[in-house]
């Protein structure tokens, strides 16, 4: 190997370190364990009502806190479908890294009192959220950017991921618990914007043709991969809610989404490609799609039927966004995605949304809150025996996904021009700032060394290869 | 690729289309959330008894809820390990119809009222029971019908297994917890006929052979597939027991079958095959053949060397039928058995009923319920601080494993006689049913283009051939 | 094959038969459930305080054990990504013998009351830790011994671990509630004993080499043995851990440790190794030795940048001794170590308890206990609607932490005494019961014998190699 690449193996060792210790120099300034495992303090300007009852049952929060992880690692076995094991150690290390900078930078928007950070439990769950945020924008431009610069990457959209959080959940108080928005939307078009700038015309289109079909290797990382996501992802979608009821309602309209929408790869896999049955990363690709679109809408649709169709709409649409919308990506606006972010979470991302609008225009107090007295009844019958659930359990749906809405507050209509406005927002923030992160990363490498990173990257990637 | 095969890949996006679109319609037209998470309307047939306690703590139910998808998933997990990774998306069709399908049927048996069927998370668990059945009866049948033929198999066995459980666990109130009967059993036996009536005499033979030894892939899936069965499926087993302490002995005895299974299979494997420790296949069939087993008795077994016993048995007993009586099945009485779901599920489901009936005809109040005045007097020394759980934790154990026994309406030898019954019972419906839906398969097929339906399935099941 | 090897297989089946026969009979000679899940009558020796609390809330006990098994298939897994799937099958049997001999071993110790082992859930985890500690000596010496001395080794070293633990915690009263002596540094060296007395000069040097990059097979492994590490063992490494808030310190602490430790590799692997990213299995390593690690101070430490610089510091020092320090083992010492367990538990375990007795010098009411009045107050004002959980959870989390020291019966430094003793203790435990197994294992192989053996052992270990 030339010693470009001793150098910049050096580099990224030095970038590690400093990035660990600088960790570690914040970790130790600011951060320090919730007291006790009692309710976080939490700055008046958040929807706290939302997460008090949320830890008065932490039992729960522990299993979900160590599912997100996974969650990650779910993302992370997605992509190893499409890009083999080589690509698994440099998602490891964004993994890594992200979890600690979102905690940091989380904590500094959300949890910081007196000087200090308070974390527990469901510190980590939103400092994951984050990070799957970091993996999907990764999965756009794996392969043509380096460890190292994957880590600017992630210290970069962190920061401006929370800061979309922060707005969006926050000030808006726009519902998205499964973050439709927040994560997949805003992940998958800050990726693609990275993408945009960096792309490097002559050489990438040779690239991108041979980083297809890895054989056998692929369809067993596939098949694991849609399995964990099979297994898992449910519960994660439906892991902010706060509410067991509403809860509930989440997981099912997830597996029902889910269901559907897996018919529908088979319905038009035989028509866009010339197989019988689709292969597993197409059925992994609809389980994705349908996570990032059931995101929002999850906690809200009060009918089996609507997920069903919901999931079914997307389980068509995905792969005819991959059959026809990612080429013209390409050749059109010159933005390449390696692991077909667009259609896994972008696109379902933007039809979550979009659906969420609807469904929050349908909501009354009729559709989410008609438990509401009958739960009430069987509260007062039988008062210890049949509750073993903190009092939360009998409050009005309504109230755990619209807390504004069901205080009188903000009108219905008012609430879906919070979600539907929340779209344009989310993709313009990601659009800036993946355009602004590109071009961060760009600087970073001189233009002398450029042809001396490639062949980094190269050797880097091909590691895998070599096996296969 | 010739014609034929692209109208039948049209044939099965049509299919799936119009199964999809009936689905949807289904449920738009009868099924609705049960209201708040409370315990849904149960019909007086039922044993609701048993049902109602479950729904006071249903945060664990969820998290089974969860599990039992991936019972699907592990199952075809495990038949990936013989069959490749190009079984798994028509497993996965089939998973995502049965399913959807699943829910309605046994809404129309059990949850209907008032012209809706009111859903929750328990449903889901009982329709993914119903969905294993149908990849239990796939597995024999893998590789010699189209993803098409799949479907159809899965629509008439989902209707035919809700049936045989209405009649065994709710007319005859038959204890079969983690289903040996109405699944495994049933599955297994259903398949068989199935296969038996599908057969073709000639080319069956040739394609038997060289589905064999996939190699190193085929290792790969069996260790993961076994690692999958022994953290789950042990709480899978025990997710329809209502009681906390029934489920703590069924999750035991489990185990201890499990590990006495295991060790089961290292000393026939060297005895039946030349070969020092046996593969990992066969470590993984003794791991189904447990589970298929421990299904009846599981709740029952009030000893832990008894659960040895009966594991030990059955890891001896699977291989030898597998050396030994496959092949008869398959000279003599001309039933293929793809993956060997006899010996993993129909033989052990055999053997659990009847272990079932000796373990009924022991039950006295006396084995099951002593327990009882002990935690009685727990209860009322601590009254709050030791109860986290809810009331029904100091029923008898009697009561919850055989309701009509402790109440007095049927005498111990009643019961296990209709656990006897249940046997024979389930074989012939299993049997009927599945000669049924192997008659109307090849209806389906006409005369003709049998011949092109087969290089169809040829061409599908050769896809991960090509790889490997 | 010779006829060596012919009747070598049938004596390890015959052993394993007379093995489970023998655990048949003392089960059902001794063992019996536990009476309807109430806590299990406990000795006095023990610290039952501890683990009283614990089956107040036994619902999370019974996801945990059937984790438990798991963490010895995660250890199965990180040894397969070393080892290629012909190690599952004798670490599987392993593992099933070794979980009935530690239930039988530790009951006697244990749970023996009026002639009888009562089992329950807890008494599964605690046999499976055991069983953790059996699987890693076998990582020393695997594809060295065929899997009857594997069956010997498990037969003698669960003895022997049983008796440090029951010492350790019993006697001394170790705070060691992740088993970072008793398991993970008790295996390691014992493992490394018995390595120690085997080994053969001439002819391991050869195999050893040719056992190393298995390629493309290898990194699968590694991924997922990763992956599940990272989801399953910050869980497990707190399942022993009775309190809730402690549970809660203990996970995060694991966590922080993993992320800091993973990106420590990367800063480590471009300078060890002429590589620009570090393979799979170093970050595999760097996991499980995180995971070594904060077994004793996982809930201990009281700052998450505590755990992040021990987690870093350990990510440094784990490559740093796979580098220098396992060739001078093997060179110097004669000590082969085939799946790396010394840097992977042995050194990690020793640097925990270092650590683990630095903590507990700092060990006040102070740091661990001032959560307590804020819960006191935060109980009293909503006693029924904010406690879910039984009264134990508003305890001082000293006193679960440091039961005696809490108690006013032994000071801290007397404590961290104890802790630091332990150390060398284990050590020569694991020394000396490591060199007398080997010595049983090599009398078991008359010299006559010792080269068809070694063939065997070969043919064994072969399997795998011809897939590849």
Redesign the interface.
């Known amino acids: 190997?030339p010693e470009h690449?001793?150098a910049?193996?050096?580099r990224?060792?030095g970038l590690?370190?400093l990035?660990?210790i600088l960790?570690?120099l914040l970790?130790?300034a600011f951060?320090?364990?919730s007291?006790?495992?009692?309710p976080g303090p939490c700055p008046p300007q958040l929807n706290c009502s939302r997460r008090s009852p949320a830890s008065?049952?932490?039992?729960?929060r522990?299993?979900d806190?160590?599912?997100q992880?996974?969650l990650s690692?779910g993302l992370?076995?997605a992509f190893?479908s499409r890009y083999g094991?080589g690509s698994?150690?440099?998602s490891?290390?964004v993994?890594?890294?992200a979890?600690?900078w979102a905690l940091l930078i989380q904590g500094f928007f959300y949890f910081f009192l007196n000087g200090k950070i308070y974390?527990?439990?469901q510190s980590?769950v939103s400092a994951d959220f984050c990070t799957a945020a970091v993996l999907i924008s990764s999965g756009a431009v794996l392969g043509r950017v380096?460890?190292g610069q994957m880590l600017l990457l992630a210290l970069l959209e962190v920061s401006l991921c929370t800061l979309s959080e922060y707005i969006l959940l926050g000030l808006m108080a726009v519902s998205d618990s499964g973050r439709s928005l927040t994560v997949h939307t805003f992940g998958a078009y800050f990726g693609l914007a990275v993408s945009r700038v960096l792309q490097q015309p002559h050489k990438d289109k040779r690239k991108r043709e041979e980083q297809r079909d890895k054989?056998?290797?692929t369809?067993?990382?596939?098949?694991?991969g849609?399995?964990y996501l099979?297994?898992?992802w449910?519960?994660f979608t439906s892991s902010t809610t706060a509410h067991?009821?509403a809860?509930?309602?989440a997981?099912?309209n997830t597996?029902?989404s889910?269901?559907?929408s897996?018919?529908?790869t088979?319905?038009?896999?035989?028509?866009l490609y010339?197989?019988?049955?689709?292969?597993?990363v197409q059925?992994q690709d609809a389980t994705l799609a349908v996570m990032a679109m059931m995101g929002m809408a999850g906690e809200m649709l009060?009918?089996?039927?609507g997920a069903?169709?919901a999931g079914?709409l997307v389980g068509l649409i995905s792969p005819l966004g991959s059959r026809f919308f990612t080429p013209l990506l390409h050749s059109r606006l010159k933005i390449q995605d390696t692991c077909g972010v667009h259609n896994t979470h972008g696109l379902p991302g933007v039809l979550g949304a979009l659906l969420g609008t609807l469904l929050t225009l349908l909501a009354t107090a009729d559709t989410y809150g008609?438990?509401?007295p009958?739960?009430g009844i069987?509260q007062s019958q039988e008062p210890?025996?049949?509750s073993?659930?903190?009092?939360?359990s009998v409050a009005c749906?309504l109230e755990l996904v619209f807390p504004l809405v069901a205080q009188g507050s903000r009108t219905v209509p008012e609430q879906a021009l919070m979600q539907l406005g929340a779209l344009p927002l989310t993709l313009l923030l990601a659009a800036l700032g993946g355009s602004l992160t590109g071009a961060v990363l760009k600087i970073r490498v001189p233009r002398c060394c450029r042809d001396a990173q490639y062949k980094?990257n190269a050797?880097?990637r091909e590691?895998?290869e070599e096996?296969?």
């Open positions: 190997m690449t001793a910049s193996r050096l990224l060792s590690c370190f990035l660990q960790n570690i970790f130790a951060v320090r364990y007291p006790g495992g009692s008065a049952f932490q039992q729960p522990f299993q806190a160590h599912i992880v996974l690692f992370l076995v190893l094991p698994a150690a440099s490891i290390l993994t890594a890294f979890i600690q974390v527990e439990a980590l380096s460890p054989g056998q290797q369809d067993v990382f596939a098949v694991v849609t399995i099979w297994i898992f449910p519960s067991h009821n809860e509930n309602w997981v099912l597996y029902f889910l269901v559907a897996t018919v529908a088979f319905i038009l896999s035989p028509l010339e197989e019988s049955t689709p292969r597993m059925i009060a009918t089996p039927f069903l169709i079914f008609y438990s509401s009958l739960e069987t210890v025996a049949s073993p659930k903190p009092v939360p749906r980094e050797a880097f590691v895998p096996g296969s």
